[in-house]
T-cell receptor, first 116, second 112 residues
């Protein structure tokens, strides 16, 4: 149980393109989802927290107009990298948790984004 | 915000050896998770352990919340244990959303 599916796994696109990444909780209701970014040989850095039906909360230094997050249902959150440039190339990982306290977060397999 | 420090940063083992990875954190936590990130980037959830001791096969973990540290034990290491091990914590002061903050990781290489 507690499976989080993230798509796509890989994206290669031209500079200026907008890219959407989906994060789905397959067998539980995710009241809160999180988006992380990871550069090569570095740790995961939290970008934003999203709660179903409300606006995302972004961490300091993360551009909300660049990284659009939507959490329209209890099983789906999306991250859209708008007008992507080579510096946006990175590994993006989502996670999800239920409203029940004392439960772990469950992570997707990540999306490797390469902007040419 | 909360600080998470992992040690050692790098570790090289011979197959069959045992090891201990450490995670220190600077504030009270209500969530602590250990992960193994494999070479493909997948984060494998090893333990959810805000306190106490758990075991799963060759792996075990102990968190002493009052002293603000957690340990991950790997026994009889195998080459498939290679990768990066992350400790991540969330505090009760993270706005109620249980935001996980990751340590820098321990990079483990197990040689045959």
């Amino acid at each position: 149980g507690a499976v989080v599916s993230q798509h796509p796994s890989w994206v290669i696109c031209k500079s200026g393109t907008s890219v959407k990444i989906e994060c789905r909780s397959l067998d539980f209701q995710a009241t809160t989802m999180f988006w992380y970014r990871q550069f090569p040989k570095q740790s995961l850095m939290l970008m934003a927290t999203s709660n179903e039906g409300s606006k995302a909360t972004y961490e300091q230094g993360v551009e909300k107009d660049k990284f659009l997050i939507n959490h329209a249902s209890l099983t789906l959150s999306t991250l859209t990298v708008t007008s992507a440039h080579p510096e946006d190339s990175s590994f993006y990982i989502c996670s999800a948790r239920t409203a029940i306290s004392n439960q772990p977060q469950h992570f997707g397999d990540g999306t490797r984004l390469s902007i040419l | 915000g909360i600080q998470v420090e992992q040690s050692p940063p790098d570790l090289i083992l011979q197959e069959g050896a045992n090891s201990t990875l450490r995670c220190n954190f600077s504030d009270s936590v209500n969530n602590l998770q250990w992960f193994h990130q494999n070479p493909w980037g997948q984060l494998i959830n090893l333990f959810y352990i805000p306190s106490g001791t758990k075991q799963n096969g060759r792996l075990s973990a102990t968190t002493v919340a009052t002293e603000r540290y957690s340990l991950l034990y790997i026994s009889s290491s195998q080459t498939t244990d290679s990768g990066v091990y992350f400790c991540a914590v969330a505090t009760m002061f993270s706005g109620g959303y249980n935001k996980l903050i990751f340590g820098a990781g321990t990079r483990l290489a197990v040689h045959p």
